[in-house]
């Protein structure tokens, strides 16, 4: 599938060596962190499902959660098949939670008032370690290909040309656990380009990466650090268009949302609600018709040890740590 657009006048920019460099060195030790209320025997870096039954959980509701939007209310509509399809799987009414921020998708799973979620890129860890969060699949195109890239975007004659124009200057991030909305480019800045955040920049957190995009394009924020995936779903709903913005860095390529689930529900129960998703058949779906625009046409499994290692070192570098308890 072809790009949506390209930027109005850069090339694509891979990570640096420099910042590489610096990625490979956190990476020995960057490591899953589990709060002390989980065990992780099997070694997988997550929570294992209690070894006592008295504690797992079956309820007769599912609540679900996609990782906060501008619009909850039309992920409600874009998502509505997929639980007919998770409730029919397990056999339970299932409610979609339209959550507001990260925190509030991070406090659900925590107080077990969530099931089911998706959380975003750099929310993962925050979920795996402190709520017990079990990933296991992400959305992928039909060849298996996944993923997404951090930009750096800014308003059509705002005066940033370069990412060394940011400097005096100020960047929007979206929350301090995303990764492509603050961890990666905060990573980024501060290695390749010597910028650091309220020294050499002002900055401001919007809450979600929609925000971010219309408050560049609104000129409330100079410039946003954003992941594209979102941007290019808004282009194709005709909230914003590919010339109201401009990029002026493009990153490696990331994961995108993690789904998975509670780590104390039901073996039984986990199980049926990993088998919908796999089972899901995305054709003339609201699903495919919105996720379509990042290219997305199916879920594939992943394991948080493999496919979340760089998002692990990044926040590593950026010397998060995970204090749950």
Same mark, same amino acid.
């Given at each position: 599938m072809q790009p949506l657009r390209l930027s109005n006048s850069l090339p694509r920019t891979l990570m640096s060596a420099a910042v590489a460099s610096v990625f490979a060195l956190a990476a020995v030790n960057a490591s899953a962190d589990l709060s002390s209320r989980y065990v992780d025997n099997d070694g997988d870096m997550v929570a294992d499902a209690p070894t006592d039954e008295s504690q797992w959980v079956d309820p007769s509701t599912l609540v679900f959660a996609y990782t906060?939007? %501008?619009?909850? +209310? $039309?992920?409600?509509? $874009?998502?509505?098949g997929f639980l &007919?399809?998770? #409730?029919? !799987?397990?056999g339970k009414r299932v409610q979609f939670f339209p959550v507001q921020s990260n925190a509030a998708q991070q406090e659900a799973l925590r107080a077990g008032r969530l099931h089911v979620a998706g959380f975003n890129t750099g *929310?993962?860890?925050? +979920?795996? /370690?402190?709520? *017990?969060?079990?990933?296991?699949?992400?959305? !992928?195109? &039909?060849?298996?290909?996944? *993923?997404?890239?951090? %930009?750096?975007?800014?308003?059509p004659g705002s005066g940033i040309e370069s990412v060394e124009d940011l400097e005096g200057r100020q960047l929007a991030f979206?929350? %301090?656990t995303s990764n492509s909305g603050f961890r990666a480019p905060s990573a980024l800045l501060r290695s390749e380009y010597g910028l650091e955040a309220g020294d050499d920049f002002e900055t401001a957190f919007s809450g979600s990466h929609d925000n971010s995009i219309l408050g560049v394009v609104n000129k409330d924020y100079e410039a946003a650090a954003i +992941? /594209? #995936? $979102?941007? /290019?779903r808004m282009i194709s709903r005709g909230v914003v268009s590919g010339g109201d913005y401009e990029i002026i860095y493009t990153s490696e390529t990331f994961p995108t949302t993690a789904y998975g689930v509670a780590h104390n529900l039901t073996p039984e129960l986990a199980q049926q609600i990993q088998d919908a998703f796999? #089972?899901?058949d995305w %054709?003339?779906?609201a699903l495919e018709a919105e996720f379509a625009n990042s290219g997305e046409a199916q879920f594939i499994p992943i394991t948080y040890a493999e496919h979340w290692s760089v998002i692990r070192t990044i926040a590593y570098a950026n010397g998060v740590t995970y204090d749950c308890d």
């Amino acid at each position: 599938m072809q790009p949506l657009r390209l930027s109005n006048s850069l090339p694509r920019t891979l990570m640096s060596a420099a910042v590489a460099s610096v990625f490979a060195l956190a990476a020995v030790n960057a490591s899953a962190d589990l709060s002390s209320r989980y065990v992780d025997n099997d070694g997988d870096m997550v929570a294992d499902a209690p070894t006592d039954e008295s504690q797992w959980v079956d309820p007769s509701t599912l609540v679900f959660a996609y990782t906060p939007v %501008e619009d909850p +209310a $039309v992920y409600a509509d $874009v998502w509505s098949g997929f639980l &007919d399809h998770l #409730s029919a !799987a397990t056999g339970k009414r299932v409610q979609f939670f339209p959550v507001q921020s990260n925190a509030a998708q991070q406090e659900a799973l925590r107080a077990g008032r969530l099931h089911v979620a998706g959380f975003n890129t750099g *929310g993962v860890p925050v +979920a795996v /370690n402190c709520g *017990g969060f079990r990933p296991f699949a992400i959305m !992928a195109g &039909d060849d298996g290909s996944f *993923g997404y890239e951090m %930009e750096i975007i800014t308003y059509p004659g705002s005066g940033i040309e370069s990412v060394e124009d940011l400097e005096g200057r100020q960047l929007a991030f979206t929350s %301090e656990t995303s990764n492509s909305g603050f961890r990666a480019p905060s990573a980024l800045l501060r290695s390749e380009y010597g910028l650091e955040a309220g020294d050499d920049f002002e900055t401001a957190f919007s809450g979600s990466h929609d925000n971010s995009i219309l408050g560049v394009v609104n000129k409330d924020y100079e410039a946003a650090a954003i +992941a /594209n #995936s $979102v941007s /290019n779903r808004m282009i194709s709903r005709g909230v914003v268009s590919g010339g109201d913005y401009e990029i002026i860095y493009t990153s490696e390529t990331f994961p995108t949302t993690a789904y998975g689930v509670a780590h104390n529900l039901t073996p039984e129960l986990a199980q049926q609600i990993q088998d919908a998703f796999f #089972s899901y058949d995305w %054709e003339g779906t609201a699903l495919e018709a919105e996720f379509a625009n990042s290219g997305e046409a199916q879920f594939i499994p992943i394991t948080y040890a493999e496919h979340w290692s760089v998002i692990r070192t990044i926040a590593y570098a950026n010397g998060v740590t995970y204090d749950c308890d």
